[in-house]
Every structure is written in C-alpha cells, then in structure tokens.
C-alpha cells in the first residue's frame, strides 16, 4: 500500500520546523541567490517526494531522501553570483568551477552532526552510474541509492523549468533525455519509472478536468446558440409576449441584448477550440509518457525492482 501524501513545505512537516538554526541561515541564503534557484530546490523536493510516494516508501526513508533533496544544492551558496546566474552556456572552466558545488555541499553538512551521514548522498547526486559522473566518478553501487533517486528528480526539473537562458522542455521530452542516460547506463531506470508512473497519474487527472471544462464550455455555448435564434426571432418578428418568456427563462443582466450575445458566441467557440487544441497535446503527451514508462520498466532489472533505501 503507498504512503499517504506528505506535504514537505508545510510547517511541522520537513520544511524548517526540523532544521537547525545554522542550516537554516545557508539554505535560506541558497534560496535568495536567485528566483531560479530556489524554484529549482523547491521543484527537486517535490519531484523526490513524488518518486518516493509512488514507490510507497515509508514516511522516514521518504523524509530521509527529501532532506537530501533539499540540501542537494546548498553548496551553490560558495559558487560566484556570475557563474550561477550566467544568461547563456558556460565555458569549461567555469563548468569546472559550477562542479564543486558537490563537494561545497558535502563540507556545509559535514559541519552539523545532524547531516553528516547525509554529506555523501549530497557530494553524489551528480555522479552515473558508469563511472562518469562528478566528483568521485562512482559506479554503480558506490552511489548511495539516495543519490541515484534525486539524480532523476534534479534532472528532471532542471530540464523542465524555465531558466534564464531557456525555456522549459514538454514533460515527454524531458523523459526522453532521462531515457537516453538510462539506455546509456547513466542513470537508474527503477526511479525514472516511478517519476513517470507519478507524472501519468497527474496527467490523468488534469485530462479529466479538462474534459469536464470542455463539457461546461460545450453547454454554454448551447445556451447562446438558443439565445441567438431568439434574439433573430425578435428581431424579424419584434418582441411578442411569447419571446419575452422564453427569454426570460435565462435570467439575463440588464443590458444583455443581441450584440452582447453574439460576442460571447465568438468568446466561447474560441475557447472551446482553443481548450478542444490543448487537451489534443495533453493526449498526445499522455501517450508518448505510457510508451516511455513500458520501455523504462523493461530496462529495470530484477535486481533493481528490490528496495534498497
């Protein structure tokens, strides 16, 4: 049975109730570097605790791996301001200097007993699973499964969310990036499988409310397409006793007349195309996220499907 839904940012659940004074003071300077950061941080707790619930993982193992999701960045804080907030791509050696922000990170929560034996899980979370990740150039089970888990969710959000320099990659399409690392052996398919079993079920539900929208929209414009022929009638015909009661069945707004109609018409038939557009590419992408997860779960071993955190 999953987990019941956490919510980490509320008070009295992970967000600074169970934190100390100091690491309070240097997650509260990563998150004012920059609106992109702290957006990013927040976006790479939620995608980790999405992960996590979809894999039905106890409440303190899930609460372990969102600390560390929430600390995964925190060594950016001693990255300089022109590297981290740089409008464009960055040159190798001030990639090389974005790096360290591993092991920065390691030493911030080396500092605190309260984080110590969550400093290697943030020094890893760059690191692949064939050895060529950063900093160590770990492999495969030399990456504490922790990292391995908010791997995917940094990357994830990272591809997803707009930045000053780009926008935003389709949800489909970040999967597909993921995918390829997972192909390449980079990353570990067990948690991009879940991220995308959580995604789908979300998807879900938008698609519903989406069609329930379209249904409403759908009903109104019925609605006026009658008003319509009234109004036409009453104008042929002028305003008889019988059309003043059939159009006093709709409650209209004083000043509601024939012109006003037909302007809501053309409001409400744009909407509806636009709306009846829109739910077309939540369809589409619904799709292409199922034929991901079936090519996700094949490449996930026995051996992985056991639950190592």
């Given at each position: ?8 940012f509320k008070k ?186 959580n995604i789908l ?102 051996e992985d499907w056991?639950?190592?955190?």
């Amino acid at each position: 049975m999953k987990s019941r839904k956490y919510d980490f940012f509320k008070k009295k659940k992970l967000n600074y109730s169970e934190l100390d004074n100091e690491i309070k003071i240097e997650i509260a300077i990563l998150g004012g570097l920059d609106i992109f950061t702290d957006a990013h941080v927040k976006g790479v707790v939620d995608a980790t605790a999405k992960i996590c619930e979809e894999m039905g993982m106890e409440y303190e193992k899930m609460k372990r791996c969102v600390l560390c999701a929430y600390l995964h960045d925190v060594g950016k804080i001693h990255i300089p301001s022109e590297i981290l907030q740089k409008n464009g791509k960055l040159t190798d050696e001030e990639f090389a200097k974005m790096k360290q922000h591993t092991e920065y990170g390691y030493d911030i929560c080396m500092r605190y007993n309260q984080f110590r034996e969550l400093a290697p899980i943030v020094r890893a979370h760059h690191e692949s699973l064939d050895g060529s990740g950063y900093p160590d150039g770990l492999k495969g089970d030399e990456i504490p499964e922790e990292a391995k888990l908010i791997k995917v969710a940094d990357v994830y959000d990272a591809l997803t969310k707009r930045r000053q320099y780009k926008e935003g990659f389709k949800k489909s399409k970040a999967i597909d990036i993921l995918l390829e690392d997972v192909e390449k052996g980079k990353t570990a398919p067990k948690y991009l499988y879940y991220l995308i079993l959580n995604i789908l079920s979300e998807l879900e539900s938008v698609l519903q409310e989406y069609e329930e929208l379209i249904k409403g929209v759908n009903n109104e414009i019925e609605i006026l397409k009658e008003l319509e022929k009234i109004y036409k009638q009453i104008y042929d015909q002028g305003f008889t006793p019988k059309l003043a009661k059939k159009l006093s069945k709709y409650e209209l707004e004083s000043g509601y007349d024939m012109s006003t109609n037909a302007n809501l018409l053309v409001i409400k038939q744009q909407k509806l195309e636009r709306m009846q557009n829109e739910l077309k590419d939540l369809e589409e992408e619904e799709e292409k996220l199922r034929i991901q997860a079936k090519t996700t779960e094949k490449l996930i071993s026995d051996e992985d499907w056991i639950e190592k955190i």
